[in-house]
C-alpha cells in the first residue's frame, strides 16, 4: 500500500519553456500532497503544500507565480515549472499523506530529474 | 540554528555491525518524528516512525525518542552493504496554518564497510 508514482522520470527542456509533472497516488485517496525541490548534495526543501480542491500553500522564497501547483483530485496533483531557467533544473519529488494509514506519514513518489539547457 | 540537525558523515561502520545515527530537533512542540532511507540519485522511503518517548523496533532497526532532550536516534543491526545510503531525519510540527510540515535533517550519509 502506499505507492506513489510520478511522471515523468526524468526530462529535459529548453530555457523558457513549461515542464508539467504529474504526481499521482495509486492506491489511497491523497487530500494532502507535498512538492519538494532537492539539489545534488543538498537535503529535501518543501516548496509547497497542496490540498485537494484548494489553492497550494507556497513555502517563504518559492514564485506561486513559477512553479503552478494543481490538485484536482484526490489522487492527482501537478506541478507546472513555467519558462523554465537552468537554475530550475533539480530533483523534483512529491510526496502524499494517507490519513486513513498515519496522521502524518509521507510517501514519496519516485521524483522527477529536470534539466533545462 | 537549524530545526533539525545531522551528522553529515560519513558514517562508517563494518558489516554486521551496529549504526548508529543521531538527529536533534529544535522546536519543542515536535510531535512526530521519522527516518527515511535515501539512496543515490532515489527518492527517500519511509523507514521508522516515532511518537512516543522511548524505543521502537522493527526488523533490524530500532528509532529511539527522547523528547526531554529533543533526540532522535536510529539503530541499525547486523549491518549489510545494501544499508548504506543517506538517512534523514523528519520531524512533523504543526504550522500556524494548521498544515502540517515535515522538516528535514540535513541526512547522514552511511557507508557499510564489507
Known amino acids: 500500500g502506499a505507492v506513489v508514482s510520478q511522471h515523468p522520470s526524468w526530462v529535459i527542456c529548453k530555457s523558457g519553456t513549461s515542464v508539467k509533472i504529474e504526481c499521482r497516488s495509486l492506491?489511497?485517496?491523497?487530500?494532502?500532497m507535498f512538492w519538494y525541490r532537492q539539489f545534488p548534495k543538498q537535503s529535501l526543501m518543501l516548496m509547497a503544500t497542496?490540498?485537494?480542491?484548494?489553492?497550494?500553500?507556497?513555502e517563504q522564497g518559492v514564485e506561486k507565480d513559477k512553479f503552478l501547483i494543481n490538485h484536482a483530485s484526490l489522487t492527482l496533483s501537478t506541478l507546472t515549472v513555467t519558462s523554465a531557467h537552468p537554475e530550475d533544473s533539480s530533483f523534483y519529488i512529491c510526496s502524499a499523506r494517507d490519513v486513513i494509514l498515519s496522521a502524518y506519514e509521507q510517501y514519496f513518489g519516485p521524483g522527477t530529474r529536470l534539466t533545462v539547457t | 540554528q537549524k530545526e533539525v540537525e545531522q551528522n553529515s558523515g560519513p558514517l562508517s561502520v563494518p558489516e554486521g555491525a551496529i549504526a548508529s545515527l543521531n538527529c536533534t530537533y529544535s522546536?519543542?512542540?515536535?510531535?512526530?518524528f521519522f527516518w527515511y532511507r535515501q539512496y543515490s540519485g532515489k527518492s527517500p522511503e519511509l523507514i521508522m516512525s516515532i511518537y512516543s518517548n522511548g524505543d521502537k523496533e522493527d526488523g533490524r532497526f530500532t528509532a529511539q525518542l527522547n523528547k526531554a532532550s529533543q533526540y532522535v536516534s536510529l539503530l541499525i543491526r547486523d549491518s549489510q552493504p545494501s544499508d548504506s545510503a543517506t538517512y534523514l531525519c523528519?520531524?512533523?510540527?504543526?504550522?500556524?496554518?494548521?498544515?502540517?510540515?515535515?522538516?528535514f535533517g540535513t541526512g547522514t550519509r552511511l557507508t557499510i564497510i564489507p
Open positions: 492506491d489511497f485517496q491523497a487530500t494532502t
Open positions: 497542496s490540498n485537494e480542491g484548494s489553492k497550494a500553500t507556497y
Open positions: 522546536d519543542r512542540g515536535s510531535q512526530s
Open positions: 523528519a520531524v512533523y510540527h504543526p504550522t500556524n496554518f494548521g498544515n502540517e510540515k515535515l522538516t
